[in-house]
Protein backbone atom coordinates (compact mmCIF):
# COMPACT_ATOMS: atom_id res chain seq x y z
CA UNK A 1 0.00 0.00 0.00
CA UNK A 2 1.65 3.37 -0.94
CA UNK A 3 1.44 6.05 1.50
CA UNK A 4 0.71 9.58 0.64
CA UNK A 5 2.65 11.06 3.17
CA UNK A 6 4.33 9.75 6.32
CA UNK A 7 4.19 11.84 9.69
CA UNK A 8 6.99 12.00 11.77
CA UNK A 9 5.09 12.98 14.95
CA UNK A 10 2.31 10.70 15.58
CA UNK A 11 0.83 8.85 18.69
CA UNK A 12 0.23 4.99 18.22
CA UNK A 13 -2.37 5.28 21.29
CA UNK A 14 -4.34 8.35 19.91
CA UNK A 15 -4.23 6.91 15.94
CA UNK A 16 -6.13 3.67 17.64
CA UNK A 17 -8.66 5.32 19.39
CA UNK A 18 -9.38 7.52 16.88
CA UNK A 19 -9.36 3.42 14.76
CA UNK A 20 -11.65 2.51 17.16
CA UNK A 21 -14.25 5.32 17.43
CA UNK A 22 -14.16 5.32 13.36
CA UNK A 23 -15.56 1.49 13.82
CA UNK A 24 -18.36 3.16 16.39
CA UNK A 25 -21.69 4.03 15.34
CA UNK A 26 -24.40 3.04 12.69
CA UNK A 27 -21.56 3.50 9.56
CA UNK A 28 -17.93 3.41 10.02
CA UNK A 29 -16.29 6.55 9.12
CA UNK A 30 -14.05 5.70 6.19
CA UNK A 31 -12.61 9.20 6.00
CA UNK A 32 -11.20 9.01 9.14
CA UNK A 33 -9.62 5.62 8.41
CA UNK A 34 -8.41 7.12 5.64
CA UNK A 35 -6.50 10.37 7.46
CA UNK A 36 -4.89 8.05 9.82
CA UNK A 37 -3.66 4.77 7.97
CA UNK A 38 -2.98 6.79 4.33
CA UNK A 39 -0.92 9.32 6.18
CA UNK A 40 1.34 6.42 7.56
CA UNK A 41 3.91 4.63 6.48
CA UNK A 42 4.31 0.36 6.53
CA UNK A 43 6.19 0.53 9.61
CA UNK A 44 3.71 2.79 11.22
CA UNK A 45 0.88 1.06 10.29
CA UNK A 46 2.22 -2.21 12.10
CA UNK A 47 2.74 -0.17 15.17
CA UNK A 48 -0.89 1.31 15.15
CA UNK A 49 -1.91 -2.12 14.66
CA UNK A 50 -0.24 -3.83 17.30
CA UNK A 51 -0.94 -0.51 19.51
CA UNK A 52 -4.76 -1.70 18.47
CA UNK A 53 -4.19 -5.15 19.59
CA UNK A 54 -3.13 -4.22 23.34
CA UNK A 55 -5.46 -1.20 24.04
CA UNK A 56 -8.85 -3.57 22.80
CA UNK A 57 -7.65 -6.96 22.51
CA UNK A 58 -8.59 -7.05 18.86
CA UNK A 59 -6.80 -8.21 15.45
CA UNK A 60 -7.24 -4.78 13.48
CA UNK A 61 -6.89 -6.42 10.37
CA UNK A 62 -10.23 -8.26 10.89
CA UNK A 63 -11.77 -5.27 12.54
CA UNK A 64 -11.09 -3.15 9.14
CA UNK A 65 -12.15 -6.33 7.25
CA UNK A 66 -15.16 -7.07 8.85
CA UNK A 67 -16.21 -2.74 8.73
CA UNK A 68 -15.24 -2.40 5.12
CA UNK A 69 -16.49 -3.27 2.25
CA UNK A 70 -17.14 -2.29 -1.40
CA UNK A 71 -14.49 -0.38 -2.78
CA UNK A 72 -12.06 -0.96 0.10
CA UNK A 73 -12.18 -4.71 -0.14
Do not use: C, P
Not at 29 to 47: A, E, F, S, T
Request: charged fraction near 35%; aromatic fraction near 8%; proline fraction near 0%.
Amino acid sequence: MATLLALEDFSLGEDAMALNKAFEGWSTDRKGMIRILGHRNVDQRKQIRLAYQEIYQEDLNKKLKSELSGDFE
